[in-house]
C-alpha cells in the first residue's frame, strides 16, 4: 500500500501542496538562487499557511528579480517600497527586509565559501539546534521553524517524507552519499 506523508493525505484536493510534497520538497537543491527562493519563501510563511506562498510563488520570483543574490542585496528605498506595494507578495517590512539584508549575508559567505550552497556544506551535518543557533547568528529573520522547514525542504535535515512515502526513495536517491549521515 502507498503512504502519502500526512499533510498530502490530510487535504487531499490541494493539488498545490501534492505537487510540491511530490516534485521539491526534501529534493536537494545546488543553485544559490533556488536556495535563497526556498530562505525566502520560508521566511515569508511565517504566521501564513505554506499554500498561500506557493500561490504567491511566482509572483515572489518576478518582484525579487528571480531571486538573483547580487540584485537583491543591493536593493535600496525605493526597491523597499516597490516590493511594500506589490500586492501579489507578502507585504511585510521585517520581512522584505530580511530578503534583502540576507541576500547581502549569502554574497559575503560565498566570498569565504564559494556559495551559500558552499556554506551550508561546509557546516552540514548539524542538528535542528545547532542549525538554528548558526542561523540566527548569520542571517536576520531566521527563528526555528524557519530553519527547520528550511533545511528539511533542502534535504539538509531528514524529515521531508517518512520512509513509506514513494517519494522518499527519489529524495533519498539524489541526496549525495556524505549527506546521508
Known amino acids: 500500500m502507498t503512504t502519502y506523508c500526512e499533510y498530502c493525505i490530510t487535504h487531499p484536493e490541494d493539488t498545490l501542496n501534492k505537487t510540491y510534497h511530490d516534485t521539491q520538497y526534501g529534493f536537494p537543491l545546488e543553485e ?3 536556495l535563497f527562493e526556498r530562505l525566502i519563501l520560508e521566511i515569508n ?3 501564513l499557511s505554506w499554500v498561500t506562498i506557493l500561490k504567491k510563488a511566482d509572483n515572489f520570483r518576478r518582484a525579487y528579480d528571480g531571486f538573483d543574490l547580487a540584485a ?6 525605493q526597491d523597499r517600497a516597490r516590493l511594500l506595494a506589490d500586492a501579489g507578495i507578502i507585504r511585510n517590512q521585517l520581512k522584505v527586509n530580511a530578503a534583502i ?3 547581502q549575508k549569502i554574497l559575503d559567505l560565498s566570498g569565504e565559501y ?3 550552497k558552499g556554506w551550508l556544506d561546509a557546516h552540514h551535518p548539524l542538528g ?14 531566521t527563528g526555528g521553524e524557519i530553519v527547520n522547514e528550511f533545511l528539511m ?14 517519494i ?8 549525495p552519499a556524505w549527506m546521508r549521515k
Request: hydrophobic share 35%; with cysteine; aromatic share 14%.
Open 153 to 166: 525542504s533542502t534535504g539538509y535535515l531528514p524529515g521531508a517524507h517518512t520512509a513509506d512515502c514513494p
Open 128 to 141: 535542528k539546534e545547532e542549525w538554528t543557533k548558526l542561523f540566527r547568528k548569520t542571517f536576520v529573520f
Open 72 to 77: 537583491v542585496a543591493n536593493y535600496g528605498e
Open 168 to 175: 522518499y526513495p527519489q529524495v533519498a536517491q539524489l541526496r
Open 32 to 34: 544559490d538562487s533556488l
Open 45 to 47: 510563511q511565517a504566521g
Open 101 to 103: 539584508v540576507n541576500a
Open 114 to 116: 564559494g556559495s551559500f
